[in-house]
């Protein structure tokens, strides 16, 4: 079954500063991948998708992930923290639904972002 | 271009009642997958329908139950309201059921079992 790590639960950076989430994935076919961000008392907002291609992909909010094969990993990755950057942050694992034939997505438990000003 | 709806914004039920959430799915979506949100953890995955059927679901007991609608909407059921059913409920749309299609997120339900 697949299944997804974020090891940081909480990171603190000011505002300024480059950010880097980490993201671990384990899943037997090739994986399409997700970068969430969900505000307090907020749904999800996709952040960046990859599917296939170019191991680079850039997102909204000058956001950008590495896929890297070798190593299970998708970390999300911005150079410059605004303090509106400040949220939750989920990374994700598309799958087939081993119960019927649609896909679901599989989270991890998340990583909390705080900027410093 | 509407985004993903769903009302009420927040909920308060004892043990043992029953609720209902809805959940308007994006113009053109015809793919609804609803996920619980506890506090501090990660969306995980309920069930999803596709063009009214239920098309697969997750490690939840039979009393999470849905629907989904001719217009695509879609309704979460949880009868036997136990505590640890308190959480965020999301309902995500999507254009198809595929690996490659993006699930979009409504803003959720909370819910609060007493």
């Known amino acids: 079954a697949q299944s997804v790590t974020q090891p940081d639960i909480h990171i603190t950076v000011s505002e300024g500063a480059s950010l880097e989430l980490r993201c671990n994935y384990s899943?037997?076919?090739?994986?399409?991948l997700f970068w969430y961000v969900q505000s307090p008392g907020q749904g999800l907002q996709l952040l960046l998708k990859?599917?296939?291609?170019?191991?680079l992909v850039q997102g909204i909010k000058g956001f950008e992930a590495e896929f890297k094969r070798s190593q299970s990993s998708f970390n999300l990755r911005k150079p410059s923290v605004h303090w509106s950057d400040a949220a939750e942050y989920f990374c994700?694992?598309?799958?087939?639904?081993?119960?019927?034939?649609?896909?679901?997505?599989?989270f991890g438990t998340g990583t909390q972002l705080k900027v410093e000003l | 271009e509407t985004g993903v709806t769903q009302s009420p914004t927040h909920l308060i039920k004892t043990r043992g009642q029953q609720v209902t959430l809805r959940c308007s799915s994006q113009?053109?979506?015809?793919?609804v997958s609803w996920y619980q949100q506890a506090l501090g953890q990660g969306p995980q995955f309920i069930f999803q329908?596709?063009?009214?059927?239920?098309?697969g679901r997750g490690n939840f007991p039979p009393r999470f139950s849905g629907l989904q609608f001719p217009n695509y909407s879609s309704e979460l059921n949880v009868n036997a309201l136990e505590l640890d059913d308190s959480a965020l409920y999301l309902c995500?749309?999507?254009?198809?059921?595929?690996?490659?299609?993006?699930?979009?997120f409504g803003p959720g339900t909370r819910l609060t079992v007493l």
């Open positions: 994700a694992v598309g799958a087939p639904i081993l119960t019927g034939g649609g896909n679901k997505l599989t």
């Open positions: 899943y037997g076919a090739t994986p399409y």
């Open positions: 329908y596709y063009r009214e059927e239920e098309n």
């Open positions: 995500a749309s999507s254009l198809r059921a595929g690996a490659t299609d993006t699930q979009y």
């Open positions: 113009s053109g979506h015809n793919t």
């Open positions: 990859y599917f296939s291609g170019d191991t």
